[in-house]
């Protein structure tokens, strides 16, 4: 749900010692702007650093065994 009460067109999940998976109408660009080719209404955003295909997680965070810590308070 957004802020105003209406219903979320996206939302990300933060996935323990994972990835971030976006669902919904988003865009993925570059730091220059350029977009980022997807062919899914889902994807996982790779944080630990280790994927061969980023932005995008191909489990490679469970290789490298990262731990992503506490969630924020
Ligand atoms: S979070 Fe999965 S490979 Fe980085």
């Given amino acids: 749900m957004n802020p105003d009460g209406g219903p ?3 939302s990300i999940v933060v996935c323990p010692d994972g990835p971030l998976i976006i669902r919904g109408s988003f865009e993925i660009v570059t730091p220059s702007g350029d977009a980022v080719p997807r ?3 889902t994807v996982a955003l790779c944080r630990c650093g280790a994927s061969a295909i980023k932005p995008y997680c ?3 965070h469970k290789m490298v065994r990262f731990r992503s810590g506490p969630p924020a308070a």
């Fill in 8 to 10: 979320a067109e996206s």
């Fill in 58 to 60: 191909d489990g490679s």
């Fill in 39 to 41: 062919d899914r209404q």
